[in-house]
C-alpha cells in the first residue's frame, strides 16, 4: 500500500465512529495501527482502583506498542492525605501508578514519618528513564485537582516534576495546570521549550496573601521563560480563593513575543483585581499580536476576608474601555460576558464598534 492511498485512509477512518474502526481493524496491519492511535492518543487518568491500576501497568510494560500513540494526558488527582497517612507507611512515586503499602497497626502518627521518610527514597528510585520513557510523543499534559479535598503535596510534586524529566518535556505543546498554589513553586526550575498553550486555574483557599504572592513569583520564572514560545494563556481563578490578587501576578509577566491569546475567567465581581493597571498594560504590550481575547467570569461573587470596591465589578467594562481607542488590530475573536446585566452597556457597544469589521467570532454571555 502505497503512502498516499494510506494517507487518505487514514483520513477517511478518523471521521469514523471509534467502534467502528475497532470492528476493523483486524483487516490488516495499517487497520490495526491507525485503530492503536485513535484509541492511546488520549489518555485520561481519572481515579485509582484495580482496573486503572491494571490498564497502567500494561501501558508502562508494552510502552514501545501502546504509549507511543499518545499525544495527550490528562491526570485528576484525588487521593487525600488521609487516606496515604492512615492506611499507608510508603508510597512510590511511579509516572502512571501510586502503589500504597497499607499497615493495619500504624496510627496517623506514627505513619507520618515513615511515610515521608519512605516517599523521599522511593521517589528517587521511581523516575528512571525505563519507566517514564515510555511516553514520548505526548503534546498535552493537565493535571486536576478536586479543591473539596485534602490532598497530599509530594502527589502534586511529583506529578509537576514530570514535565521536566519526561521526554515529552521537550515536544509539549500545551500544559492545563489545576493545582494547589503552594505546589506552582515547583515549576521555577522546569523548561519546556516547546509549550505554547498555557491554562493555569488557581484556587488559593485561605492561604495568606503574601504567601499566594510568593509562590505566584516563583510561577511567574516559569511563565516568563516561555517567552519566545507562548501563544495562548488562559488564567481563571476559584471563587473561594479569599485573599488571591492577580494585580501581582500580570504586573510581573513579561512580554511574549507571539501570543495571540489571553483569557481571564475570575468571578464577577472582581474580587481577585486590587487595580486592573496592571492586566490593562499586559494587553497593550501585547496589541500588536493578539488575536483573540476572552473576558469572562463566574456568575458567583468572590469570598473574601475584607471590603470589595463596588465599583470592581465593571472590570470587564473598565477593560474594554481602555482599550477602544487602540484597540488589538489582528483581533479576530472576541469573547466577553455582560456582567453586571443591569449595567451600561456603552463601554461594550463602542468596544465593539472598533473591532466590528475585523472580528470573525463574537460570543457574549450573560
Given at each position: 500500500?502505497?503512502?498516499?492511498?494510506?494517507?487518505?485512509?487514514?483520513?477517511?477512518?478518523?471521521?469514523?465512529?471509534?467502534?467502528?474502526?475497532?470492528?476493523?481493524?483486524?483487516?490488516?496491519?495499517?487497520?490495526?495501527?491507525?485503530?492503536?492511535?485513535?484509541?492511546?492518543?488520549?489518555?485520561?487518568?481519572?481515579?485509582?482502583?484495580?482496573?486503572?491500576?491494571?490498564?497502567?501497568?500494561?501501558?508502562?510494560?508494552?510502552?514501545?506498542?501502546?504509549?507511543?500513540?499518545?499525544?495527550?494526558?490528562?491526570?485528576?488527582?484525588?487521593?487525600?492525605?488521609?487516606?496515604?497517612?492512615?492506611?499507608?507507611?510508603?508510597?512510590?512515586?511511579?509516572?502512571?501508578?501510586?502503589?500504597?503499602?497499607?499497615?493495619?497497626?500504624?496510627?496517623?502518627?506514627?505513619?507520618?514519618?515513615?511515610?515521608?521518610?519512605?516517599?523521599?527514597?522511593?521517589?528517587?528510585?521511581?523516575?528512571?528513564?525505563?519507566?517514564?520513557?515510555?511516553?514520548?510523543?505526548?503534546?498535552?499534559?493537565?493535571?486536576?485537582?478536586?479543591?473539596?479535598?485534602?490532598?497530599?503535596?509530594?502527589?502534586?510534586?511529583?506529578?509537576?516534576?514530570?514535565?521536566?524529566?519526561?521526554?515529552?518535556?521537550?515536544?509539549?505543546?500545551?500544559?492545563?495546570?489545576?493545582?494547589?498554589?503552594?505546589?506552582?513553586?515547583?515549576?521555577?526550575?522546569?523548561?519546556?521549550?516547546?509549550?505554547?498553550?498555557?491554562?493555569?486555574?488557581?484556587?488559593?483557599?485561605?492561604?495568606?496573601?503574601?504567601?499566594?504572592?510568593?509562590?505566584?513569583?516563583?510561577?511567574?520564572?516559569?511563565?516568563?521563560?516561555?517567552?519566545?514560545?507562548l501563544r495562548s494563556l488562559s488564567v481563571s481563578?476559584?471563587?473561594?480563593?479569599?485573599?488571591?490578587?492577580?494585580?501581582?501576578?500580570?504586573?510581573?509577566?513579561?512580554?511574549?513575543?507571539?501570543?495571540?491569546?489571553?483569557?481571564?475567567?475570575?468571578?464577577?465581581?472582581?474580587?481577585?483585581?486590587?487595580?486592573?493597571?496592571?492586566?490593562?498594560?499586559?494587553?497593550?504590550?501585547?496589541?500588536?499580536?493578539?488575536?483573540?481575547?476572552?473576558?469572562?467570569?463566574?456568575?458567583?461573587?468572590?469570598?473574601?476576608?475584607?471590603?470589595?470596591?463596588?465599583?470592581?465589578?465593571?472590570?470587564?467594562?473598565?477593560?474594554?474601555?481602555?482599550?477602544?481607542?487602540?484597540?488589538?488590530?489582528?483581533?479576530?475573536?472576541?469573547?466577553?460576558?455582560?456582567?453586571?446585566?443591569?449595567?451600561?452597556?456603552?463601554?461594550?457597544?463602542?468596544?465593539?464598534?472598533?473591532?466590528?469589521?475585523?472580528?470573525?467570532s463574537l460570543v457574549l454571555t450573560g
Open positions: 500500500m502505497t503512502n498516499l492511498p494510506f494517507d487518505i485512509l487514514w483520513k477517511i477512518l478518523e471521521y469514523l465512529p471509534f467502534e467502528e474502526v475497532t470492528r476493523i481493524r483486524t483487516v490488516n496491519r495499517h487497520f490495526l495501527e491507525i485503530a492503536r492511535t485513535l484509541q492511546y492518543r488520549k489518555l485520561v487518568v481519572n481515579g485509582y482502583g484495580k482496573r486503572t491500576k491494571r490498564l497502567l501497568k500494561a501501558l508502562c510494560h508494552w510502552g514501545t506498542m501502546f504509549v507511543r500513540y499518545t499525544s495527550s494526558l490528562g491526570l485528576l488527582i484525588t487521593w487525600s492525605q488521609s487516606k496515604l497517612t492512615a492506611g499507608a507507611n510508603a508510597i512510590e512515586f511511579s509516572p502512571w501508578l501510586i502503589t500504597f503499602i497499607p499497615s493495619s497497626t500504624l496510627t496517623i502518627r506514627d505513619a507520618e514519618p515513615k511515610l515521608w521518610s519512605a516517599s523521599a527514597s522511593e521517589n528517587r528510585s521511581s523516575w528512571s528513564p525505563k519507566q517514564h520513557g515510555n511516553f514520548q510523543f505526548v503534546q498535552e499534559y493537565s493535571i486536576g485537582w478536586d479543591v473539596d479535598r485534602p490532598y497530599h503535596a509530594e502527589l502534586f510534586t511529583a506529578f509537576l516534576s514530570l514535565a521536566d524529566v519526561a521526554p515529552f518535556g521537550k515536544t509539549l505543546t500545551k500544559l492545563s495546570l489545576k493545582v494547589p498554589t503552594d505546589r506552582l513553586v515547583c515549576l521555577a526550575s522546569v523548561r519546556l521549550p516547546s509549550l505554547e498553550e498555557l491554562d493555569i486555574h488557581l484556587a488559593t483557599q485561605s492561604l495568606s496573601e503574601r504567601y499566594i504572592n510568593d509562590c505566584l513569583d516563583c510561577f511567574v520564572v516559569f511563565v516568563n521563560n516561555l517567552y519566545l514560545t481563578t476559584s471563587h473561594t480563593s479569599l485573599n488571591l490578587d492577580l494585580y501581582t501576578f500580570f504586573h510581573l509577566l513579561g512580554d511574549f513575543a507571539h501570543l495571540h491569546t489571553l483569557g481571564i475567567t475570575i468571578p464577577y465581581d472582581g474580587a481577585h483585581f486590587s487595580s486592573l493597571d496592571s492586566l490593562r498594560f499586559f494587553i497593550h504590550k501585547h496589541n500588536g499580536n493578539l488575536q483573540e481575547l476572552k473576558l469572562l467570569c463566574h456568575a458567583r461573587s468572590a469570598a473574601r476576608t475584607r471590603p470589595n470596591d463596588p465599583s470592581a465589578k465593571y472590570w470587564i467594562q473598565r477593560i474594554v474601555a481602555d482599550i477602544s481607542s487602540t484597540p488589538p488590530r489582528d483581533l479576530h475573536k472576541l469573547e466577553l460576558a455582560l456582567r453586571p446585566l443591569r449595567s451600561q452597556l456603552t463601554p461594550f457597544l463602542t468596544f465593539l464598534a472598533s473591532v466590528a469589521d475585523q472580528l470573525d
